[in-house]
Structure formats: structure tokens, C-alpha cells
């Protein structure tokens, strides 16, 4: 059946030419990997290309041996918050409904079981209780937990998630890192955009280095270092103590 995610050799460009070069991995159920680089390292337009809203110069992409658009459906996407127009009339729960509707039987009616998947993708991230809420109503971290329910409620055989941890308190960042914990454990393949270095260790058991190339791919432990880092930030990154690190602007 083949590697949950297989990415090969992936060029995509924009008019001024290519921001992500020739990257090629594997993901495999259960791995929580998180994508790190700096900005404009290509990260957001990689998942683009790999949900199908960019279309690459070159590549493959393959999902449980599916690829093309059968690839794509299986790919579950979590945007960055900002790039949604929140002001848009649903509710919450309408959003997450959205979620289960890739899985709506010949007569376009829900099942007991998907009124209770999206009860239960409310209840994980804890917004039962502003389910009848206006998504327009809703403070950042609560429209976070918004995506993450729904995306829970969709079930898809891999998860791309851009940046979810941004502008979100310490409670919000903890229901996020249980709902990743969770879709790990359920055999999912997880990845994540990640800009934080300082929870990289603690949150993802794979790290992605990429700027425009990729610069390494595997197990924390052995890619999250600090030679590997000094090569995808250049000469921006500083070592704080003890292995931490800080990217440092200019
Ligand atoms: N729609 C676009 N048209 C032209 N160039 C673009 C477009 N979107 C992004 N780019 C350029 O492509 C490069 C990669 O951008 P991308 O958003 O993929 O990087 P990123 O790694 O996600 O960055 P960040 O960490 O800042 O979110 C940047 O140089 C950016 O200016």
C-alpha cells in the first residue's frame, strides 16, 4: 500500500521561479513531524502543492499509494487562521459539519455516527458549549479550535497544518498539542508548520528542515541539532544554552 505520505522530487514556483526545489520524503502512519524553516522558506507553498490549491513545476505525490486528485481528497488541510475570512455567516458547528461531508452517503444525509464524530470533535477541543456561535464572534484561539475540530471530525489519512500554534494562550496551545497527540495515536500522518524551536524536542517525534531545499528529514533527536539548524537559518540562529535555540532577526 505504500508510505502514508510519499513526496518526490517536488518543485513549485511562482513568477520570479522556484521556492521549494526538489524535495522528496516519506511519511508513515503515525509520525508527527514538524516542519521547520525560516520565513519565505517555502513551507506554505509546499503544502499548497501538496492539497492541490498550487500546482507544481514537477513531482509526485502519492498518499497510500494514491496520487492526483485521489491523493489530494485524503489530505486533510488546516490554513492558517488568517488566511480565512472569519467574517463569513456559519456557525461553529456548521464549520465542523463541513468537515464530515467528504463522507455523506447516496442520499446527502448524516448518520448517527457523524452527528456523534462532531459532537465528539466539539467536545475534544472544548467548544461545545459556543457551538451556535457565529465563527465572526469568536476570539483567535477559539477560531483555532475551531479548525482542529473539524479537522478532527473529517478523519482524513494525513494532516498538513499551517502554523496552528500562532497567537493562541497556553491553554489553546495544549488542547492543539492533545488533538496531534491524538491523531498520531489513531495511526494518522501529522504534519506541522512550526516556528517555535523552543517546544520542537517536546511536540514532534520527526522534524522537516527546509529553506526552498530540503536540508534534512528524520527523527528530532538526530535532525533537530544544532549544525542542521546553523544550515537552514544561515547565520541567523543563536545558541541560548544547553541546545536552546533562538533565531535572531537581521
Ligand atoms: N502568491 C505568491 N506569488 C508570488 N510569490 C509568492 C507567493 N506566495 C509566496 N511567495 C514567495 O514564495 C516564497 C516562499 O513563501 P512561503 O509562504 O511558501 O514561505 P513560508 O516558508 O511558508 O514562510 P513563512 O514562514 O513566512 O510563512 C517567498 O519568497 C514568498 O515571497
Redesign the pocket.
Known amino acids: 500500500m505504500g508510505h502514508a505520505l510519499e513526496v518526490n522530487n517536488l518543485t513549485v514556483s511562482?513568477?520570479?521561479g522556484p521556492?521549494?526545489r526538489d524535495v522528496s520524503f516519506e511519511v508513515d502512519k503515525g509520525d508527527l513531524v514538524g516542519i521547520v524553516?525560516?520565513?519565505?522558506?517555502?513551507?506554505?507553498?509546499?503544502i499548497?502543492a501538496m492539497v492541490g490549491a498550487h500546482d507544481p513545476d514537477a513531482g509526485r505525490i502519492s498518499v497510500l499509494g494514491d496520487t492526483g486528485k485521489k491523493a489530494t481528497r485524503r489530505i486533510t488541510y488546516v490554513p492558517?487562521r488568517g488566511a480565512v475570512d472569519w467574517d463569513f455567516p456559519v456557525t461553529v458547528r456548521d464549520v465542523v459539519v463541513q468537515g464530515r461531508y467528504g463522507h455523506v452517503g447516496l442520499l446527502g444525509r448524516f448518520s448517527k455516527k457523524d452527528r456523534h464524530l462532531i459532537d465528539e470533535s466539539l467536545e475534544m477541543v472544548g467548544i461545545t458549549d459556543l457551538q451556535d456561535r457565529q465563527i465572526g464572534e469568536l476570539s483567535g484561539g477559539q477560531q483555532q479550535r475551531v479548525f482542529l475540530a473539524r479537522a478532527l471530525a473529517q478523519k482524513g489519512d494525513v494532516y498538513l497544518m499551517?502554523?496552528p500554534f500562532v497567537g493562541v494562550d497556553a491553554a489553546t496551545e495544549k488542547a492543539i498539542v492533545d488533538v496531534l497527540r491524538k491523531l498520531r495515536d489513531e495511526g494518522r500522518a501529522v504534519m506541522v508548520?512550526h516556528?517555535d524551536l523552543s517546544t520542537v524536542r517536546e511536540y514532534f517525534d520527526k522534524v522537516l528542515l527546509?529553506n526552498g531545499d530540503l536540508i534534512a528529514f528524520g527523527p528530532t533527536e538526530r535532525v533537530f541539532s544544532q549544525k542542521l539548524l546553523q544550515k537552514t537559518y544561515g547565520g541567523k540562529l543563536t545558541v541560548l544554552s544547553q541546545g536552546e535555540v533562538a533565531v535572531m532577526a537581521g
Open positions: 511562482y513568477d520570479r521556492v521549494v524553516g525560516p520565513n519565505g522558506a517555502g513551507k506554505s507553498t509546499m499548497k492558517q499551517d502554523e508548520v516556528h527546509m
